[in-house]
Nanobody, 120 residues
């Protein structure tokens, strides 16, 4: 059973930076970050496989990476904006192409989420 544990969320001011971590058990997976604000759909943020993928809304501000052991994935968030406020979720799937990588339903495993709040 795959277990995902997110950490690194918190309360920051606009313009600040924050780094989220996702520790995953098991072998290498396609890993994604999603976020969901109250009343909104779950939104794709970034993913990493053999390449990286980003939503247009965070491109140039957020960076996804993984450690050499490929058991921890990070989301470096810079120049945070109030609209980035949401619960951020880590997700994993064994294999996925570049099209399905942006779709929440493509992922089999999910963490419990970590709250990110950006004040103005």
């Amino acid at each position: 059973q795959v277990q995902l544990v997110e950490s690194g969320g918190g309360l920051v001011q606009a313009g600040d930076s924050l780094r989220l971590s996702c520790a995953a058990s098991g072998r290498r997976y396609v890993m994604g970050w999603f976020r969901q604000a109250p009343g909104k759909e779950r939104e794709f943020i970034a993913a990493i496989s053999f390449g990286t993928y980003y939503a247009d809304s965070v491109k140039g501000r957020f960076t996804i990476s993984r450690d050499n052991a490929e058991n921890t994935v990070y989301l470096q968030m810079n120049s945070l904006k109030p609209e980035d406020t949401a619960v951020y979720y880590c997700a994993a799937v064994e294999a996925l192409n570049g099209l399905g990588i942006r779709t929440p339903r493509s992922y089999d495993y999910w963490g419990q989420g970590t709250q990110v709040t950006v004040s103005s």
